[in-house]
């Protein structure tokens, strides 16, 4: 990117300041204590995912997380810190785990090549492929074993949420907290729920929930 674009971005920005305070000229001000989002949205990083503009909501009014193929593994101190403050600090009622049809992350993890560093992390995808793979391979279509890998991994991402301690202690603690799984179809701009949501821990097997939680 040239010092030439990067003055169009700064431009830009003043334009865009300048047109929310002509039409509001305490925004600003009003937005630097509007914090208080019902939602946590865990997406991909793709640029044509735009993640409050999708769900018509304005900044304040969704938590974001956005990762290659809207991953959450475990390991992940980044996302698990999000989660945590998401529901510790700003108390959020719902997780929405939204990935997307046409998502280069997926079908990189559908080839058998090496994408250099980032083979590590799709390997977690690939361990989603692999579970189902017999299920994928059975569509005909290139595009659709792709989109419903998507799909799987969603529910997986779903699950993974779930999973934490962060969300199983406030369950616990009697906060009422659901974890959902959308798609969102580039070619229409529609959202598709899974109908894979999760509010409780009595929701996924046992193995995964911590001690004395409602629905043991």
């Given amino acids: 990117m040239t010092d030439k674009d990067l003055e169009d971005l700064f431009e830009n920005n003043r334009v865009w300041a300048d047109s929310k305070t002509r039409m509001d000229r305490d925004y600003f001000t009003r937005l630097c204590e509007m914090q208080n989002p019902d939602y946590l949205w865990i997406g991909c990083s793709d640029s ?11 900044p304040g ?14 390991s992940d101190l980044n996302c698990l810190s999000v989660i945590q403050f998401a529901v510790e600090a700003l108390n959020v009622r719902h997780i929405i785990v939204t990935g997307h049809y046409g998502c280069g992350g997926i079908r990189a993890a559908m080839e058998n090549r090496d994408h250099g560093q980032i083979e590590n992390w799709l390997a977690h995808i690939k361990d989603i492929y692999s579970l189902h793979y017999d299920e ?30 962060i969300v199983q202690n406030a369950w616990k603690q009697g906060k ?12 229409d701009g529609i959202l598709h729920d899974l109908n894979v949501s999760i509010e409780s821990a009595g929701q996924f097997h046992p193995v995964y929930r911590i001690s004395d939680m409602d629905g043991d």
């Fill in 48 to 58: 044509r995912v735009p993640a409050n503009e999708i769900v018509g909501l304005q």
């Fill in 61 to 74: 009014e969704l938590f974001v997380h956005r990762n290659v193929a809207n991953v959450v593994p475990h």
């Fill in 136 to 165: 994928i391979m059975a569509i005909d279509d290139p595009e659709a074993r792709a989109d419903r890998l998507c799909e799987l991994n969603v529910a997986t991402q779903v699950r993974n949420v779930a999973k934490t301690s």
């Fill in 176 to 187: 009422k907290l659901k974890i959902h799984g959308w798609v969102y179809s580039l070619t």
